[in-house]
């Protein structure tokens, strides 16, 4: 461990100790703590040629499990299980500039893959955060959720195979569209909405129609829609009572109306080198030329939400986050400065007793392997996660009830 790596583990164990000193002796004993959550979103299943990082889930969770993590967020495919759970569907690529998913086109089966993952969770006492980024296959199936009723029967559907495999008590929470309602994962909302627009009034109508339709089936089942962007005092302004809990996804790179990826000549390239090669060249330095600047930004934003929390009496998970949304093993990039800032973000949050559940980062994979070898970082940080106590008002509900 250098010296760097040695700082952040004592701040980690600083922070873990002025947070502990809140507790008081009236603390029941069996009082509930967070998960430590990282997001495999659709590589699990997609990223299983050799080399990929998940095509032995075994050894994949296996390491998962000894760095500290006790949740892991994936998508089951709703869309596609519902249509045909044992059919081989042909997806095709996000991107090619990412390290999320498949970089070409590529081939799945869901079933048994999904029972045989959500079971190798259960056996490791991992639970599974179900979400959906509505991969396009080569029928584009997703463009047949014409309305909230089919996208909560595909879910309800999903629930179903699920609880038939008696795997229901591995869930952790439902969510129903990932970064809802933006264009790239939401591309069937009719009228077209994009990032930030989850308060328009006919998302509010679908989202509401969609959980009370599943919740129907599934009463004891955490149901949300995790929205992107938008203003914080919409989260004041709309009535979310029908949300289990909040899922902001929070980096240091969209603060300050994205100034740090402007800087950086970061513009979310999706099949042009182009953007890595800016980040190569330039987000280091303009992140260590004001490093309190750009701590400050990210500090504040969760502060933001933690106080909604308090409002609205909601609690938190965050599955991606901290420090920049793009990032990979390349040429020019170093870690060392992204994890500094993702340490920030776990301990401020942390801090707050307002997360029921919290991710270290959004590169927390195999495949990421710069990120992923660090063993003692994701260890220091899940242990502060898992240390910490859950504000006394957040300790029941359907969420509280699964951890």
Known sequence: MDRREFLGAAASVAALSAISAHRTDAMPANVKHPRAITMWEFSWIERRWPGA?????DRALDELKERGYNAVRIDPFPHLLAADPHKTWTLWPEWNTQMWGSPDVNRIVLLPALFDF????RDRGIKVGLSTWYRKDDADTRMTITAPEVMAANWIKTLDLISGADLIDSILYTDLCNEWPGEDWAPFMKPPLTYGQWDNPASLDYMHKAIALVRAQYPAMPLLFSVAGGSMQSFLDHDLHDFDLLDPHIWMAQQYGGEFYKLAGYTYERFDPKGYTNLGLKAEDVYRARPDYWQKGLETNIDAFA?????????LITTECWAVVDYKDWPLLKWDWVKDLCAIGVRRAASSGRWLSIA???FCG?????????????????HTIKSVEIAP???????????
């Open 53 to 57: 990082g998940f095509e032995d889930w």
């Open 118 to 121: 959500i079971g190798k969770c």
């Open 307 to 315: 106080g909604v929390s308090r409002k609205i009496k909601m609690p």
């Open 360 to 362: 270290t980062s959004n």
């Open 366 to 382: 195999p495949q990421f392997v710069g990120m992923w070898r660090d063993v003692a970082w994701h260890q220091h940080l899940t």
């Open 393 to 403: 008002d957040l300790r029941h509900g359907r969420l509280y009830d699964r951890l």
